[in-house]
C-alpha cells in the first residue's frame, strides 16, 4: 500500500531546466519527509505537483489515498499547504485570514469563525488576532500562514521551506509548532535548505540536487553513508602545523586534510573519545600547543558534502545566478 | 488511512453553483475589507474623473462645437456620459493590479490549493471592483450635477432610463474588470498589471464618441469610434440621459446604442472571463 505522499517518475520541465528529473518519493501515514536541497533543486516544483499546483508533464502522484491529476479537488480537501513566502492577506486581520480560508475549505461561516479562534488560540496569536496582519513580525506571519493550512486539521501538510529567513529564535518556536503537529499524526512532507532543519523535524530525508533524489534515508542512515567520526585539530602556531600532521596521520583511518589559513588539520578515526585522549597526550609529548581539539561526527553538511561533492551553502552561492535564472524560468512559464 | 476518511468531511458541495457564488462573494468581501483598509486607493481612484469632469468643462468647455452649439453648457451636458464611460473602464487597471499582487504575494496559490470553485477568485476581485465603480461613479455623478450636468436637456428622460444609463455603465466597467484580471494574470506585477492595464485604455477610450464628436473624423478613425464598444456605451447614455451630441451615424452601434452596449459587454465578459478563468488553472507564481 502506498504512503500518504507516494509520486513516482516524476518529470517537470521548463524549457531546457529539467526542474524535476524523475522524482520518487514514498511517506508513510503519520511519517515527516524531509526534502532537503539547495535553491533550485526542484523542491518547490515537487511541492507545486503533488499540491495540484502544477501539473507534472510525466509520472505518477498520490495524496491521501487520491490521484492527484485525476482528482485534484478531493486532493485539496485533503491536504494544508504552507508556502515559501507567507501567504496571508496582510490587509486583513489574522482572523479575518483564517475565517476566510475556513470557509473557502467549505465551512460554513459560523464554524469557520470558532475553527478561527481556536487557532489563533493555538498559534499564540489571540492577541494581535484582530490587527491586520501587516503589522506582524516575520514569525507571527509565518504561524498565522501555517494556522491557515490547518484550518480543516488535514491529514496530509506540504510545507514549503516553512523557516526560511526567520531569525533562531522564531525558528525554535516554529519546530515546536510542528512536532505538535506531527505528534498528532500529520503526514508531512518539508522541504527546507537547513540540515540542521531536516535533521530536526524529519523522520526521513530524501536529499535532491538538479531535479533528481540523490539518497534516501534516515538521518542516521545518511550519516553512516559519509563514513565515521573523525578529529579536528587546531594548532596555536603556524610551525606545528606540520608536526601535527604527523602526529594525526599515525592514529588516523585516512587522508589528513590540512586548512591553512585555519591551522587546522583533520582526520579520520575510529575509536571515539580513547582514541581523542591518545592524540592529545602525543601532541603533549611533542610540545605542541593547541587551540582546540575535538572528535567530530558527521553532520548534514557533511552528507551533503560527500553525495555532491559541494557543501550545500557554498554550492548556493556559486549556482545563485542559474538558481535564480531557473526561478524566473519557472515564473515565467 | 482512517485520517484520511475523517478528513473527507469537508465533503463535496452537492451544488457547484451554490458552491461558486459562494466562494466568489467570500473573495468580494476579502477585496472589500482590503480596500477599506486601504482608503487612499479609493480617494486617488476618485480624484482623478473628477480632475477630467473639471478640466474638460472648464478648458475645453468653451472650444468645442457640439451639434451645432458652442455653448459651454452643451459641452457639459455631451461631456459626462464620455467621462463617466471612461471612468468605469479605469476600473481595469485596478482589478489587474490587485490580481497580479495576489500572484505575487502567493496568495493565489493558497487559493488554487484550497478546495473552492475555480473562478471565485476572479469573480469575487471583479465584484468587488464593482461595487468601488458603483461609488466612484455616483460621487461623479454628484459632481457632475455640481458643475452643471443636467439629464433631459436635450429631449425627455425618465429615471427608469437614467438608471438603465447607469446599469449600462456598471455592465461595461463590470466587463473591463475581467480584461484588467487577464492582464494582472499575465504581468505577474502590480506595476506592470496597473500600467499595462491604463495604456491601452487612452486610444479605446479618445478614439470614440467620449469625448468629441466622431462624425468629424476621418472616415476609417470614424469607422473605428463608431465601431468601438466604448462608443456604443457613450452613445447609449446620451440618448437615455437626453443629452446633446448624440451621433447621428448610420453604423448599427449608433443606431441601436443600448442593444450595441449590451451585445458588447457580455461578450467582453464570456470572452475574458474564459481566458482570465483559464490562465488562472495553470498559474504558476
Known sequence: MPGAIYAEGLVKTFGDVRALDGVDLDVPEGTVLGLLGPNGAGKTTAVRCLTTLLRPDSGKAVVAGLDVLKQPNEVRRSIGLSGQFAAVDEYLTGRENLQMVGQLYQMKARAAKARAGELLDQFHLTDAADRPAKTYSGGMRRRLDLAAALVVSPPVMFMDEPTTGLDPRNRQQLWEVIKQLVSGGTTLLLTTQYLEEADHLAHDIAVVDQGHVIARGTSDQLKARTGGERVEVVVHEREHIASAREVLAGFGKGDTTVEDHMRKITVPVSGGAKLLAEVIRELDVRGIEIDDIGLRRPTLDDVFLSLTGHVAEIRDEENGASADTKQQKEASE | ?285
Open chain 2, 1 to 285: 488511512m482512517s485520517a484520511v476518511t475523517d478528513a473527507a468531511r469537508t465533503a463535496a458541495p452537492a451544488n457547484p453553483l451554490g458552491q461558486s457564488v459562494r466562494d466568489s462573494l467570500v473573495v468580494a468581501k476579502r477585496n472589500l475589507i482590503r480596500m477599506s483598509r486601504i482608503p487612499e486607493m479609493v480617494i486617488f481612484g476618485l480624484i482623478q474623473p473628477i480632475m477630467f469632469v473639471v478640466l474638460f468643462s472648464y478648458v475645453f468647455g468653451g472650444s468645442m462645437q457640439i451639434g451645432g452649439s458652442t455653448s459651454p453648457a452643451d459641452y457639459k451636458n455631451f461631456l459626462m456620459a464620455g467621462i463617466f464611460a471612461q471612468t468605469v473602464t479605469f476600473a481595469t487597471a485596478g482589478a489587474g493590479a490587485g490580481i497580479a499582487d495576489d500572484m505575487h504575494k502567493g496568495l493565489i496559490d493558497r487559493f488554487r490549493s484550497l478546495p473552492m470553485a475555480r473562478g471565485a477568485v476572479l469573480t469575487g476581485r471583479t465584484l468587488a471592483d464593482l461595487v468601488q465603480t458603483a461609488l466612484t461613479l455616483m460621487v461623479l455623478a454628484v459632481v457632475a450635477l455640481l458643475v452643471g450636468w443636467r439629464v433631459g436637456s436635450y429631449g425627455d428622460t425618465n429615471a427608469g432610463k437614467v438608471l438603465g444609463a447607469f446599469g449600462l455603465l456598471l455592465l461595461l466597467g463590470y466587463a473591463f474588470t475581467w480584461i484588467g484580471a487577464l492582464i494582472g494574470l499575465t504581468v505577474r506585477t502590480p506595476e506592470a498589471a496597473t500600467s499595462g492595464g491604463l495604456i491601452w485604455l487612452f486610444p479605446v477610450t479618445f478614439i470614440s464618441a467620449a469625448f468629441v464628436d466622431s462624425g468629424n473624423m476621418t472616415p476609417w478613425l470614424r469607422h473605428i469610434a463608431e465601431w468601438n464598444p466604448f462608443s456604443a456605451t457613450v452613445q447609449a447614455c446620451r440618448v437615455l440621459f437626453a443629452n446633446p451630441g448624440q451621433s447621428q451615424s448610420d453604423a448599427w452601434p449608433m443606431q441601436h446604442p443600448v442593444w450595441a452596449s449590451l451585445i458588447y459587454s457580455v461578450l467582453i465578459i464570456i470572452v475574458f472571463r474564459t481566458l482570465a478563468v483559464r490562465k488562472y488553472r495553470s498559474a504558476t507564481a
